[in-house]
């Protein structure tokens, strides 16, 4: 039996594009033409191959993407100086899509998603939060002559709920190395100004990772996931490209 004969991958990454809703505070995302095909053959002389290439202005907590400890901790490591357990392994998703904005997600929420699904945290497993802000607030166009329809669900992007102090803590002390979701942050946004999914991230010396999409297919699983970031020198963070492997 080969590997895809096993296995099944499943892509948790949104796609990068012009115009794609970025998290207020971060770097807008642009696409410039470098060259065409016809351009490049016509610069080398190349009569029978011409190379198209395209320029990416992109910020490092745009699109899918972890956080480097540094971001939030002056102190902490950067994006390339973390240990790359934190971005691959034993994963487990549970389904909060109940709880919505503004309230938080609490310890006892998380205890009976868990307890719902049948699963259990161990130590270094990943945890990813599906609230269902992705399939709800997401544009389904992705144009760019679709400003109008990016400025106008804007407001819905920037609400969701998140993490409050305590519950966040307590994944960290359960040994949870990286918290994800399918929203711009594992915090409630834009009411908690502590950033307490961010600060407890800190003090533990874990990651976070955000804007996932399709955990609908996997939440009340486990299974491996990998989302490795980029080796960005000096990173605060860094676009990656998330998957989760499921046995068939």
């Known amino acids: 039996?080969?590997?895809?004969?096993?296995?099944?991958?499943?892509?948790?990454?949104?796609?990068?594009?012009?115009?794609?809703?970025?998290?207020?505070?971060?770097?807008?995302?642009?696409?410039?033409?470098?060259?065409?095909?016809?351009?490049?053959?016509?610069?080398?002389?190349?009569?029978?191959?011409?190379?198209?290439?395209?320029?990416?202005?992109?910020?490092?907590?745009?699109?899918?993407?972890?956080?480097?400890?540094?971001?939030?901790?002056?102190?902490?490591?950067?994006?390339?100086?973390?240990?790359?357990?934190?971005?691959?392994?034993?994963?487990?998703?549970?389904?909060?899509?109940?709880?919505?904005?503004?309230?938080?997600?609490?310890?006892?929420?998380?205890?009976?998603?868990?307890?719902?699904?049948?699963?259990?945290?161990?130590?270094?497993?990943?945890?990813?939060?599906?609230?269902?802000h992705y399939e709800r607030t997401h544009p389904t166009i992705h144009s760019e002559d679709d400003e109008v329809d990016l400025l106008n669900y804007g407001g819905l992007y920037s609400k969701h709920t998140g993490l409050s102090y305590e519950a966040a803590k307590w994944l960290a002390e359960q040994g949870v190395v990286n918290i994800g979701c399918d929203a711009p942050a594992i915090d409630l946004t834009p009411d908690d100004l502590n950033y307490s999914g961010h600060l407890v991230c800190g003090q533990y010396g874990i990651t976070n990772t955000e804007n996932l999409m399709n955990l609908h297919m996997v939440a009340g699983k486990r299974f491996l996931y990998m989302g490795l970031p980029l080796r960005i020198r000096n990173g605060s963070g860094s676009p990656i490209r998330a998957v989760a492997i499921i046995e068939r």
Request: glycine fraction near 6%; include cysteine; charge should be negative.
């Open 1 to 132: 039996m080969n590997w895809n004969e096993r296995y099944i991958l499943i892509d948790l990454t949104q796609e990068i594009y012009e115009g794609m809703p970025v998290f207020g505070m971060h770097q807008k995302t642009f696409i410039m033409k470098n060259q065409t095909h016809e351009q490049n053959m016509k610069n080398t002389g190349s009569k029978t191959l011409g190379f198209s290439a395209r320029n990416l202005l992109i910020s490092e907590h745009g699109p899918t993407h972890s956080d480097a400890v540094w971001e939030f901790l002056p102190s902490g490591p950067t994006i390339d100086n973390m240990d790359l357990r934190l971005f691959y392994g034993d994963a487990i998703c549970v389904d909060l899509t109940h709880i919505r904005y503004p309230d938080y997600i609490e310890i006892r929420d998380l205890q009976k998603a868990l307890e719902k699904a049948n699963l259990n945290i161990r130590k270094g497993d990943i945890f990813l939060i599906y609230t269902g």
